[in-house]
């Protein structure tokens, strides 16, 4: 994916990158990493789709904040090729997005939700109302 500007030449979206790179990216949440399917070819057969790498990079891909975009692993020259923004290629679906969404606040150090909960009804234990919380419609 090439974006050209006035005066300033062509600028090209790239990851800039390697797998070992992209494997920490995902152990972060940074990163999804899947199979092409039916898209793979002879040389291509992976997938990364990232997001908060580098905004700079980013925005030259065309994305928005914390939108992700997607790139094939072409393994001949072993460097990532711009597809898209993850929203227009649909390569990592709903399921796998929160999979991964998920993953990556657990590594953050944030509660799961279930640890929320116990807290609230701790708290509410303790005598603080859910109306505090703003969990009022909470059973």
């Given at each position: 994916?090439?974006?050209?500007?006035?005066?300033?030449?062509?600028?090209?979206?790239?990851?800039?990158?390697g797998?070992?790179?992209?494997?920490?990216?995902?152990?972060s949440?940074?990163?999804?990493?899947?199979?092409?399917?039916?898209?793979?070819?002879?040389?291509?057969?992976?997938?990364?789709?990232a997001?908060?790498?580098?905004?700079?990079?980013?925005?030259?891909?065309g994305?928005?904040?914390?939108?992700?975009?997607?790139?094939?692993?072409?393994?001949?020259?072993?460097?990532?090729?711009?597809?898209?923004?993850?929203?227009?290629?649909?390569?990592?679906?709903?399921?796998?997005?929160?999979?991964?969404?998920?993953?990556?606040?657990?590594?953050k150090?944030?509660?799961?939700?279930?640890?929320?909960?116990?807290?609230?009804?701790d708290?509410?234990?303790?005598?603080?109302?859910?109306?505090?919380?703003?969990?009022?419609?909470?059973?």
């Amino acid at each position: 994916v090439a974006l050209e500007g006035e005066g300033c030449g062509e600028a090209e979206c790239q990851l800039g990158m390697g797998w070992m790179e992209v494997t920490r990216l995902q152990s972060s949440g940074g990163a999804l990493v899947g199979g092409l399917g039916k898209r793979a070819t002879s040389t291509s057969g992976m997938y990364a789709c990232a997001s908060g790498w580098n905004t700079t990079a980013e925005l030259l891909c065309g994305a928005r904040e914390g939108e992700r975009v997607c790139f094939r692993y072409e393994e001949e020259g072993e460097r990532f090729e711009a597809m898209g923004v993850n929203g227009e290629v649909k390569l990592a679906g709903a399921k796998i997005v929160e999979k991964q969404e998920a993953k990556g606040r657990k590594t953050k150090g944030l509660k799961p939700v279930s640890g929320m909960l116990s807290e609230v009804r701790d708290r509410d234990a303790m005598g603080a109302g859910r109306e505090w919380w703003g969990l009022a419609a909470l059973p």
